[in-house]
């Protein structure tokens, strides 16, 4: 196993001292190596590393750009971690050659499913355990970074989690909780339903192939529906339960 992701080490930036992490991080669980705890933790990783990236990113925008506010960084933050940028940066190197795969999500085209953005994010999950946050902090600054050189707040795509958690904060209410109420369709091209609550009540709903995605169409929906009754928002800005 020791010289099986020298390639993808290289890539990296960073070498894993436990290669059974980076194994579990490349074991998708459709390949039917992985039962049980297995599953469970293939899940668990990519949840870590979702979270580690997050703060990487947050951390990374602070420091080097002291005179940027937070919504801008927020914005910047959400583009440098979402799938597409994730799926972008796992085709640059060549992930989906290393993942360990099911025969149908082998078949299917990996370009048109969340495998390879969650596998990166499982990923960067085994990086932390096996090296802190300083190790996703050395992958992030050797694949991610560099692509903040030459982007401007105006090239970047709409925000709208962001922009929803930004007005509820000016407003001074509590921040926005995203639950996934149902995930339909096969593994290997899930579609999640997303709720946004704003105070204990359902405010908006999105439908997408990502978690993201749907998460931000519910963002959406939210602020279609908070615009509606504004200037008096006599509803609070909750939506209808």
Same mark, same amino acid.
């Given at each position: 196993?020791?010289?099986?992701?020298?390639?993808?080490?290289?890539?990296?930036?960073?070498?894993?001292?436990?290669?059974?992490?980076?194994?579990?991080?490349?074991?998708?669980?459709?390949?039917?190596?992985?039962?049980?705890?297995?599953?469970?933790?293939?899940?668990?990783?990519?949840?870590?590393?979702?979270?580690?990236?997050?703060?990487?990113? %947050?951390?990374?925008?602070?420091?080097?750009?002291?005179?940027?506010?937070?919504?801008?960084?927020?914005?910047?933050?959400?583009?440098?971690?979402?799938?597409?940028?994730?799926?972008?940066?796992?085709?640059?190197?060549?992930?989906?050659?290393?993942?360990?795969?099911?025969?149908?999500?082998?078949?299917?085209?990996?370009?048109? *499913?969340?495998?390879?953005?969650?596998?990166?994010?499982?990923?960067?999950?085994?990086?932390?355990?096996?090296?802190?946050?300083?190790?996703?902090?050395?992958?992030?600054?050797?694949?991610?970074?560099?692509?903040?050189?030459?982007?401007?707040?105006?090239?970047?795509?709409?925000?709208?989690?962001?922009?929803?958690?930004?007005?509820?904060?000016?407003?001074?209410?509590?921040?926005?909780?995203? *639950?996934?109420?149902?995930?339909?369709?096969?593994?290997?091209?899930?579609?999640?339903?997303?709720?946004?609550?704003?105070?204990?009540?359902?405010?908006?709903?999105?439908?997408?192939?990502?978690?993201?995605? %749907?998460?931000?169409?519910?963002?959406?929906?939210?602020?279609?529906?908070?615009?509606?009754?504004?200037?008096?928002?006599?509803?609070?800005?909750?939506?209808?339960?």
């Amino acid at each position: 196993m020791k010289g099986q992701y020298a390639e993808l080490e290289k890539k990296l930036g960073r070498r894993f001292r436990n290669k059974a992490l980076m194994e579990a991080a490349l074991t998708h669980p459709s390949s039917g190596r992985c039962a049980g705890s297995s599953r469970e933790g293939y899940e668990r990783l990519e949840f870590l590393g979702d979270a580690a990236l997050a703060l990487v990113a %947050a951390e990374h925008l602070f420091t080097t750009y002291p005179s940027m506010s937070e919504g801008e960084m927020t914005r910047l933050r959400s583009f440098l971690t979402s799938a597409r940028m994730l799926k972008k940066v796992a085709q640059e190197i060549s992930l989906q050659t290393h993942l360990s795969l099911g025969p149908r999500e082998r078949s299917f085209s990996l370009l048109r *499913t969340s495998i390879l953005p969650d596998a990166l994010e499982a990923l960067l999950g085994a990086a932390y355990l096996d090296g802190g946050i300083k190790a996703v902090r050395k992958i992030f600054q050797h694949l991610v970074a560099p692509r903040l050189a030459d982007l401007s707040l105006t090239d970047l795509p709409s925000n709208p989690k962001g922009e929803l958690q930004e007005y509820l904060q000016k407003k001074g209410r509590p921040l926005p909780v995203y *639950t996934v109420v149902s995930v339909e369709g096969p593994q290997h091209q899930p579609t999640y339903t997303v709720e946004v609550r704003l105070e204990g009540r359902m405010a908006g709903r999105g439908k997408a192939g990502t978690k993201r995605e %749907a998460e931000a169409r519910a963002a959406a929906d939210a602020l279609n529906r908070l615009a509606s009754r504004l200037p008096g928002e006599q509803s609070g800005g909750r939506g209808k339960g």
